[in-house]
């Protein structure tokens, strides 16, 4: 009998280190998908469940490990622990763990390797921390947040492998002009 066993999305193709950019899996738990119905309510639901505020439009907000994003118009994704109960008053919960593949880019040139994969200004100056956007990373669409010192890059789970291959590329021609 054949013996299956659970992958994670990206396998072996990550990490990955090219110059001083790095590109690694991460495991953000559970993903869920808050379809709102009830701004205010949801607002208040969230902060006393989970202590964090509901995000403004191409936004994020967190509070220690915890996170929220922006994810679309009256859309927020809640990543970590189950949603609370009492979110399910005011918007709907929709679990979407297992249909996205979460890397996370980071070091001099991340914003350079970007910029040739994405139509959309993503220089600190303009994407801040804290700023979300759902963007085309070449022929993929993906969700991209910026923390602190590195970017978030969210694709659909199929798409794991083609984020890699189109990152290495990307990677390599900054690091072959620094």
């Known amino acids: 009998m054949v013996e299956l066993k659970a992958q ?16 690694a899996a991460r495991d953000l738990g559970q993903l869920t998908v808050l379809g709102v119905f009830d701004r205010a309510g949801l607002s208040e639901a969230l902060a006393a469940a989970h202590g964090l505020a509901l995000p403004d439009p191409l936004r994020s907000t967190a509070k220690g490990d915890a996170r929220c994003l922006w994810f679309g118009r009256d859309e927020v994704l809640l990543p970590g622990a189950a949603p609370d109960e009492a979110l399910m008053e005011h918007a709907a919960l929709v679990d979407v763990s297992d249909g996205w593949a979460v890397a996370e880019l980071q070091g001099a040139g991340a914003e ?45 789970r199929s798409m794991a492998a083609t984020l890699v291959q189109e990152l290495r590329r990307a990677m390599e021609a ?3 002009r620094r």
Do not use: C, K, W
């Not at 994670?8 to 590109?23: A, R």
């Not at 994969?117 to 700023?131: I, S, Y």
């Open 112 to 156: 350079d390797v970007l910029a040739r994969l994405a139509p959309v200004d993503l220089r600190d100056a303009v994407f801040q921390p804290g700023d979300t956007l759902r963007s085309q990373l070449r022929d993929m669409p993906a969700v991209i947040t910026r923390t602190d010192n590195s970017f978030l890059l969210m694709v659909y």
């Open 174 to 176: 900054v690091a072959s």
């Open 8 to 23: 994670t999305p990206f396998g072996e193709l990550l990490p990955l280190h090219i110059g001083d950019m790095t590109v």
